[in-house]
């Protein structure tokens, strides 16, 4: 079986409200599998639901082969890593403490976690003193450490929910090297992010909007079928000419989106398009580029602009 996950028809529902709403989908061993979508779309929750942490309201969720039922929650638990979104350690404990707090949680022996401990704070290349204050460290160190704390048990899916929010950018290409390395290892990861630059590292990619999974694909295959018109990278030749540009915008693009100093843009339907880029030399150059997965997430998570 190559499957370490499947969730079928799962509803989480709060009241009255869906914050999941009839999601399906199966993430394969091995697999960097990337959980993308704005604040509020489920993922927090369908995460929690996965690490036998929430009760769904309705569905199946089966993890390496066991499928959830009332009871099995224990099971469930020793076989997944979970990094959550809000808290990763207690700020006034000590690194050693905080590993040896994960450890006793997870009812492991004390010569297992000795090595696993050694064997992961090498993983991360830390070198420093395991008895500093985790308040004290930097975010990126926090979080290589959180994530230690999350896999000293040697889980097969490990669910690591925003692990590089508000983290330096050298930090974050530190700690992604950390994820494909577990990949590589043969761990599934599951991930969510913000971070489009990111979300390229993962093999596929599942949009979340409003409770409903919209999309589920490779990054490549979801930005080549995304957008079925060419996509053009406006520069605008000056100041004059850019607000020109953006106070012209609903008429001449049906999609218009800033990227730095330049602009994403489609050529509206209604305009022939080798005349609106004849018409728009006086304002800017133009270049046919392929949609990035911003502009994917633009389109499928916040909608048409
Ligand atoms: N325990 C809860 N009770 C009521 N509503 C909740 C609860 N947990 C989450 N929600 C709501 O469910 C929606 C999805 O939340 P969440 O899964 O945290 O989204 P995300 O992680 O994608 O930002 C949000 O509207 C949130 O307010
Ligand atoms: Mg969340």
Same mark, same amino acid.
């Given at each position: 079986m190559n499957k370490i996950a499947v969730v079928e028809n799962l509803n989480v529902i709060f009241g009255n409200f869906y914050a999941v709403k009839n999601v399906s989908f199966s993430v394969d061993k091995g697999e960097i599998f990337g959980f993308l979508g704005s604040n509020g779309a489920g993922k927090t929750t369908t995460i929690r639901v996965l690490c036998g942490l929430l009760p769904a309201t309705s569905g199946n969720v089966i993890i390496d082969g066991t499928k959830f039922t009332a009871g099995l929650e224990n099971i469930i638990k020793r076989k997944v890593g979970y990094m959550s979104q809000k808290f990763t350690l207690y700020d006034d404990l000590t690194i050693e403490e905080n590993l040896e707090f994960s450890a006793c949680l997870r009812d492991m022996d004390s010569s297992t976690y000795e090595d696993k401990k050694s064997q992961l704070l090498k993983f991360i290349d830390f070198k420093n003193d395991t008895n500093q204050i985790v308040g004290n460290l930097s975010g990126g160190i926090k979080q290589e450490i959180a994530l230690v704390t999350s896999i000293l048990h040697d889980p097969k899916i490990i669910f690591l929910d925003?692990?590089? $929010?508000?983290? $330096?950018p050298a930090m974050r290409d530190k700690f992604w090297n950390l994820i494909k390395k577990l990949s590589e290892s043969g761990k599934t990861i599951f991930v969510t992010t913000h971070y489009m630059d990111e979300a390229e590292n993962c093999h596929r990619i599942a949009l979340m909007r409003s409770g409903e999974l919209i999309a589920l694909d490779t990054p490549g295959n979801l930005k080549k079928t995304t957008y079925n018109k060419p996509m053009y990278l406006l520069t605008a030749h000056d100041a004059e000419s850019r607000k020109y540009l953006v106070d012209n915008s609903q008429d001449f693009f049906e999609m218009f989106a800033p990227y730095g100093l330049h602009y994403h843009a489609i050529i509206s339907e209604m305009l022939d398009e080798d005349q609106t880029l004849d018409n728009m030399k006086k304002y800017c150059t133009f270049q046919k580029i392929s949609p990035s997965l911003e502009d994917v997430f633009i389109k499928l998570v916040e909608g048409d602009r």
């Open positions: 925003e692990p590089t $929010a508000g983290v $330096a």
